[in-house]
């Protein structure tokens, strides 16, 4: 029973680790969320989350980690982003389990330098191997978009903030952005507060910039701010403008590859905070010289 419960926390802590809240409770809520908008990718983040932490069980890497479910959010992503992005079948099962043991991994090479963060780096890019490999090979299995715009709807900015936090794990569903948004709460006030700026930031930046309201309205443009929030984000008014400006710099990515025709997923996030990180340690170098 002991076991059970120890597996059942790190499963909890796995998937609050993909907003970055090493909480069971956390995690929980999260995954209610997720169930509450589709069941197949409720059990798909469950797989791949699993799936993950025992690569990293059986490769022998740190207990500690294990238990923080730091080897278990990059797989959590995973496997929502398999049943996000293809048709279900065994066969798309199967390089999910492929996908999730490659994000763990590439979570591993990360741990070995301290030079840059992964963040959600190993999904990243055990994602883009996959559909890249799909495409060649087998692309009969990927879903193909339908999506019908509609040029007369105007914005929903309550939908807007909501999705915006929600697809930080592909889930456009108000009652689970909330859920996310409750979730990290019960888990930091400090890291609520900058979720809700993460998802705010890049409306008005988007809209300046002539994003259509459907696109925003299906969060595509609040979910990687929301993520640099979290990730920049402390008690400081230091933080806010550093955190701020990976904000907005995300939300440029974001659109930028959207432009490009590119499945960006966290990509616009990774490089934002990477390239604000490098900014503050050239401030502290010049300010140590001064």
Known sequence: MASLYSSLLILGRGIGQVMFQNNALSGLLMLIGIFLNSWQMGILAVSGNIIS???AYFSGYGRD????????FN?????IAVGVFM???????????VAACISTWISRLFNLQRSLPGFTAPFILSVWMLLGFCSWIMPDILLVSDTVTDATQGINYFQTFSFGIG?????????TGLLFLVGILVNSQTAA???VIGALFPIPLAILLGIDAETLNMG?????GVLCAITLGDRTLKSLVWDSCSVLLSTLLQIIGMNLEITTLTAPFVVSV????????LVSVRIEKS
């Open 87 to 97: 048709k279900l079948s065994l066969g798309s099962l199967l390089l999910m389990v």
């Open 75 to 79: 797989g959590t992503l995973v496997g």
């Open 65 to 72: 980690d294990i238990k923080d479910g730091l080897y278990g």
């Open 274 to 281: 990477w390239i604000i990180i490098g900014i503050q340690k």
């Open 53 to 55: 932490t025992l690569t």
């Open 220 to 224: 595509l443009m609040g979910y990687n």
């Open 193 to 195: 507060f900058y979720t």
């Open 167 to 175: 697809q930080v794990m592909f889930q456009g569903n108000i009652w």
